[in-house]
């Protein structure tokens, strides 16, 4: 039997532990991030058959610019394989993917073949796959700001009018709900620019599990969890 989703529209996820999983092999770091990719296909594979309508992968941080050369590359190379060879199985599954990130950072044919894919899977209405990508939440809500500024300067707007409803709909994830479930694998227990402003109201679920290890039961699990809180956004 399969896990039923009830009210959990929206899992993101910090996918941590690929570095970690490697070592403990004695194995290079790249093995890791290539084992933490499989797992991404196969997460996305279960989240769409258990009724997920929005999952969010942080796949790289604006911070994750400062790794050594040779890992970012590393990273990138798996991005370019990953944009390339998943648009079938997002068609048969139906999975519109989308990306969200400072997309100016990364290299041109990453971002050709994103949009690409963006466009591609536009149509899809099973589940929305949101894959953050030179993302950084902190620069997410200073570019909404510096827009909000520009407005009001040219008067398009009153300050006053300015609310949460404005503010949310220039943020890279104007067009999905917020998260209602965040996971982050590997026993770190922090949020590292992720996501700051639409976690508002988010439940969390810290696994110890490392990424390339975390499967479709892990999954499940922490969904029978989530199941069973009480979610009461500030009131009694
Ligand atoms: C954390 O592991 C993971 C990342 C920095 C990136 C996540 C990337 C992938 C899962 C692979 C590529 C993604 C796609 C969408 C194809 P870490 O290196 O921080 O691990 P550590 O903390 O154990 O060192």
């Not at 589940?127 to 909404?144: D, K, N, P």
């Not at 209602?180 to 679920?205: C, H, K, M, P």
Request: aromatic fraction near 8%; glycine fraction near 8%; proline fraction near 3%.
């Amino acid at each position: 039997m399969t896990t039923k989703t009830g009210n959990l529209q929206h899992i993101a996820i910090i996918m941590d532990g690929n570095g970690r999983w490697a070592k403990k092999r004695g194995l290079l770091r790249s093995v890791g991030h290539k084992k933490g990719a499989e797992t991404v296909k196969e997460i996305t594979r279960a989240a769409g058959e258990m009724g997920v309508k929005y999952l969010t992968l942080y796949a790289f941080s604006t911070e994750n610019w400062q790794r050594p050369a040779e890992e970012v590359e590393t990273l990138m190379g798996l991005l370019r394989e990953y944009l390339k060879s998943d648009l079938k199985e997002l068609q048969e599954n139906g999975v519109r993917i989308i990306f969200i990130g400072e997309r100016s950072m990364l290299p041109a044919d990453i971002v050709e073949s994103m949009s690409k894919l963006e466009e591609e899977t536009a149509g899809n209405d099973k589940m929305t796959l949101c894959i953050a990508l030179s993302y950084g939440s902190r620069q997410e809500i200073v570019q909404a700001a510096r827009k909000i500024a520009a407005l009001a300067k040219q008067g398009d707007i009153d300050p006053e009018e300015v609310d949460a409803k404005m503010f949310a709909g220039l943020l890279y994830t104007k067009d999905i709900p917020d998260p209602d479930l965040v996971i982050r694998t590997s026993g770190e227990q922090r949020v590292s620019n992720y996501l700051l402003w639409q976690i508002a109201y988010a439940e969390f679920y810290f696994t110890d599990v490392l990424w390339p290890d975390f499967d479709r039961k892990c999954l499940e699990d922490i969904i029978k969890n989530f199941n069973a809180r009480e979610r009461r956004y500030g009131k009694i």
